[in-house]
């Protein structure tokens, strides 16, 4: 099993920025996948970003590419999303997930932090 505990979220101005953690802990490897998804009220929960623990190799969804950076520091087993010029339609509570490499899905979830955007 893998834990996974984000933090960070809040209430910010649009333009303004936000780094997002999520703290990894259990039975983990450097076989994963660490990703970032989102999901507004009533609306499905797309992929952010997402970044191989072990090469630290990146991806991002088009929507974020150019203001979002997602970094991970593998001696404090923590995964960053650093969120900058926000947008309103950033609003969202936003979850780290995991997943082993060569698994389609993602199977481990954090409970989920809420930002929000104002303009």
């Known amino acids: 099993q893998v834990q996974l505990v984000e933090s960070g979220g809040g209430l910010v101005q649009a333009g303004g920025s936000l780094r997002l953690s999520c703290v990894v802990s259990?039975?983990?490897?450097?076989?994963?996948?660490m990703g970032w998804f989102r999901q507004g009220p009533g609306k499905d929960r797309p992929f952010v970003a997402a970044?191989?623990?072990?090469?630290?190799?990146?991806d991002y969804a088009d929507s974020v590419k150019g203001r979002f950076i997602i970094s991970r520091d593998t001696a404090k087993n923590t995964v960053y999303l650093q969120m900058n010029t926000l947008k309103p339609e950033d609003t969202a509570v936003y979850y780290c997930?995991?997943?082993?490499?060569?698994?389609?899905?993602?199977?481990?979830w954090g409970q989920g932090t809420q930002v929000t955007v104002s303009t």
């Open positions: 997930a995991a997943r082993r490499l060569g698994y389609g899905e993602y199977e481990y």
């Open positions: 259990g039975r983990t490897s450097s076989s994963y996948r």
């Open positions: 970044i191989r623990w072990d090469e630290g190799t990146p």
